[in-house]
Each structure stands twice: as structure tokens, then as C-alpha cells.
């Protein structure tokens, strides 16, 4: 056990001295500082419910969006969603809420796809960079398996991917808070669920929201960790690894008239679409969709251990 924590303290150290992962996270900050500047127009524009009079500035927005709607109904749906989410409001004697750091986290978990990105190029090249700069031999000739040097590879890939979510959320909460302010620690939002209208807890849809594309990340994780002990370039399993994830979905629409279509991988990595949605095929459930993704995961670990214990490198 001892032998493991070394390695994985030695990798942990090893990917954050390079100034590729601080250009990341430097990236990655100044991408929400951006998008947070662009949030504040929606900021000022929730600000005029903040008065005594917010009642009326609803019946009165209301009334507008209807003359609107005369006019012009190309917008029709969400004219009428607004109009339907002002009634909700007002029904139930809510005051909308201003804009504060709590939504701006909420609606940026799309973030979360850098996070994934930045993996995917950490855990493509934890392997396949030991073999191009000839370092996989001073790890092999240590009294260590193989096993437990990939392992502790593994979970250096995981650790990565934990402290750049951790990063993003508890970066942008500042950023937001900062900007926006902070209504209370138990924020409640309005949301259209199941098309209809309640009032819902933002840290509980944040938890939600973030919780289920972790599942992607894992996956997408694993799959360019294998891809690195298979080939010993970086650069072709960052390039493969990429195109596959951002394919992914594509992939799956293409081939969405084959039944067999859902037991593609990405086919069952949105965990949303049973949740805010409905299956992308028939017969898939969450049941089906965590099953599939189990044996794609034991088949990705599998494979990556075959190719690192039994590679020879002697001659490399």
C-alpha cells in the first residue's frame, strides 16, 4: 500500500508541474470569468422583480409578451413558457429571485465538458508520454507490479478530474458571488419539470445536474486511459480519444434506426434522458443503460491492463 501512495503522490506531482495543467486551469478560469460578464446583463434584467411592485411588473410583462406575441410567432413557445412560469409566480405569491452565484454555477455545468476534455488529454498521454520520453523503464525496473504502477496511473487520472471539477465549481461560486451576490445557503428556484411549473432547490439540481455527467467523464476517462496504454503516442490517443467524444453523439443519431444502436456507448452515457427526457430507444431504461455501462467499464480496464503488463519493453 505504501509502494501505491508513493507512486500516486510521484504522478500527482509529475502532472502538476507541467505548465500544460496550469495553462488548463488558467483556461478554465478565465472562461468563467467571461461568461460570468456575460451573465450579468440576465442579472439586471431579474432586478426589476426586486421592488415592492413585483406583482404588477409581472402582470405588466405579461401583457407585453402577448402583444409580442400578435406580431411575431416565430418565439411563440417560449413566449408562452414565460407567460405560463409569470403565472406560476404569481399564483403562488413567489417573488422571483435575483440572479446570484448559486444559478450562475447551475447554468454553467455545460463547463463540465471542458473538465471531461482536459481529462481526456491528462489520461491519454499518463501512459503513452512514459514511453515516448523513454521513462517507462525506470518505472518497470522498480521492485513494483505493473498492476500497481497502472493503478496508481488510474487514479491519478481520477484525482485530476475530482480537483478540476472542485476548481470550477468552488471558482465560479466566487466569481458568481462576487458579481451577483448570494441569496442564502438554501436557494429555491422555478422550473419547468415534466412541463409543469414548481419551485425546486438549486443545490439539489446542481447536485443533479453535475452528479449525472460525471458519468460521462468516468467513462470518457477510462476509454482515453486505455486508448494511452494501447498506443504509445500521445498525441494519436489525445486525436482519437477527442474525435471520439465529441462523435459520440453523432455517431448514435446516425445509427438510430438499428435496434442495436443502444448499446453503444454514448448512447447510454445521458443519464439525463431519464430524468428531463425520455430514452433515445426503446427498451433502454436506467437499469439497461448502467449495465451497459458497467461491462463497456470492466472492458476498457480490462484491455489497458492486458496491454501495459503484457507489453514488451525491453527493446523500446
Wanted: glycine share 6%.
Amino acid at each position: 500500500m505504501s509502494n501505491f501512495l508513493q507512486l500516486l503522490v510521484n504522478e500527482q506531482v509529475k502532472l502538476y508541474i507541467r505548465k500544460s495543467t496550469w495553462i488548463m486551469y488558467i483556461l478554465l478560469g478565465v472562461i468563467v470569468i467571461g461568461l460570468a460578464l456575460l451573465a450579468s446583463f440576465e442579472a439586471e434584467q431579474t432586478e426589476k422583480y426586486q421592488s415592492d411592485n413585483w406583482r404588477q411588473t409581472l402582470k405588466d410583462e405579461n401583457a407585453e409578451i402577448k402583444e409580442q406575441m400578435k406580431e411575431d410567432d416565430i418565439m411563440h413557445d417560449f413566449s408562452t413558457n414565460q407567460i405560463e412560469k409569470n403565472n406560476f409566480y404569481l399564483d403562488n405569491g413567489i417573488q422571483p429571485r435575483s440572479y446570484d452565484a448559486w444559478q450562475f454555477v447551475l447554468e454553467h455545468k455545460f463547463l463540465l465538458s471542458l473538465v471531461s476534455l482536459f481529462t481526456i488529454i491528462v489520461a491519454s498521454g499518463i501512459i503513452a508520454n512514459e514511453f515516448k520520453w523513454g521513462t517507462i523503464k525506470l518505472l518497470l525496473i522498480r521492485p513494483i507490479t505493473r498492476t500497481t504502477i497502472l493503478a496508481s496511473k488510474y487514479v491519478s487520472v481520477l484525482l485530476f478530474a475530482l480537483f478540476t471539477l472542485l476548481f470550477l465549481l468552488i471558482f465560479s461560486w466566487l466569481v458568481g458571488a462576487l458579481l451577483f451576490g448570494v441569496n442564502g445557503m438554501d436557494p429555491q428556484m422555478v422550473l419547468n419539470q415534466t412541463g409543469e411549473f414548481t419551485q425546486v432547490s438549486i443545490i439539489n439540481q446542481m447536485a443533479e445536474g453535475y452528479g449525472l455527467q460525471l458519468i460521462t467523464l468516468v467513462m470518457m476517462a477510462t476509454l482515453a486511459f486505455m486508448i494511452s496504454a494501447i498506443f504509445r503516442q500521445s498525441s494519436l490517443a489525445i486525436g482519437i480519444a477527442i474525435f471520439l467524444m465529441l462523435s459520440g453523439s453523432p455517431i448514435v443519431s446516425f445509427l438510430s434506426e438499428y435496434s442495436w444502436a443502444k448499446y453503444i456507448l454514448f448512447a447510454n452515457t445521458n443519464m439525463d434522458q431519464y430524468i428531463n427526457g425520455s430514452p433515445l430507444f426503446e427498451g433502454m431504461s436506467l437499469g439497461f443503460s448502467i449495465i451497459v455501462l458497467a461491462v463497456y467499464y470492466v472492458i476498457f480496464i480490462a484491455v489497458t491492463w492486458t496491454f501495459f503488463t503484457k507489453r514488451d519493453v525491453a527493446g523500446h
